[in-house]
């Protein structure tokens, strides 16, 4: 363990990572999204897709104690459990993707991925009817499988969010809710199929503080007269991302 731990510290990149996820978390603690839209593009860039979606699932986990138990009170319970359940049912299958497919294939997948998140939420779509469970299980079970694939849990499910009538509080903490606990129950999926490296382990454990205390100052940032604000510095944070992370650079 301590030759591995000196190896990841060594790691080239390491503190542009580090710096990444910290960015991450403080957009992910004051919009409720938008951390693995930030941290994929750059991450896949220096380390296969498999290493960085297991190390950032690891590192959501400080989400627990920064954002969640604030959040836990103002989301709608049924409706995040519902989704939260199909996405873990779902999410087998995009794993096992992210095990078989191409890296350059799937770094592609992820600028894609996000690129069209990016631009559905610039446009500013929304949906005027009430979501049924039909329709929250169907968004659980598309965010599962494009999450595991990918490393991208956000996009499908932060649309459904972002497009609907819910205040800008209630989106946010049912994003941050649904994220985090999402993110903790891939893990035994990920062993499972052999993603849950020791290295992506210690490089999430690494990155767990940074990540967190990004969370928190995010959060304290948080206010819901703010909305337009926080939305448009996390687009432009999203698309350098986007930019930094194409594969053209290599």
């Not at 497919?101 to 799937?106: A, S, Y």
């Amino acid at each position: 363990m301590p030759d591995l731990l000196a190896q990841t510290l060594a790691m080239p990149g390491l503190w542009a990572l580090i710096g990444t996820v910290f960015i991450a978390g403080v957009v992910y603690g004051f919009a409720g999204f938008g951390a693995a839209l930030i941290f994929m593009p750059l991450a896949s860039s220096v380390m296969s897709m498999e290493v960085a979606v297991a190390a950032f699932a690891v590192s959501a986990l400080s989400s627990f104690v920064t954002v969640v138990p604030r959040a836990w009170g103002q989301v709608n319970r049924r409706g995040v459990a519902v989704m939260v359940v199909c996405a873990t049912l779902s999410a087998s299958l995009g794993l096992w993707i992210l095990r078989v497919t191409d890296l350059t294939v799937l770094r592609w997948g992820v600028i894609g991925v996000t690129s069209a998140t990016l631009l559905a939420l610039v446009a500013g779509w929304r949906y005027a009817t009430t979501p049924t469970l039909a329709t929250r299980s169907a968004i659980g079970f598309a965010t599962g499988f494009v999450g595991g694939a990918t490393g991208l849990l956000g996009p499908v499910m932060v649309l459904f969010q972002l497009a609907g009538r819910d205040s800008v509080t209630t989106s946010r903490a049912t994003s941050l809710v649904f994220l985090t606990v999402t993110s903790l129950l891939l893990l035994p999926l990920m062993a499972i199929q052999g993603l849950l490296t020791p290295p992506a382990v210690v490089l999430g454990l690494i990155l767990l503080l940074p990540y967190g205390t990004g969370a928190r100052l995010g959060a304290r940032l948080f206010h819901p007269g703010l909305e337009k604000f926080y939305r448009t510095v996390a687009y432009g944070i999203i698309f350098l991302a986007i930019l930094l992370g194409l594969p053209l650079w290599d």
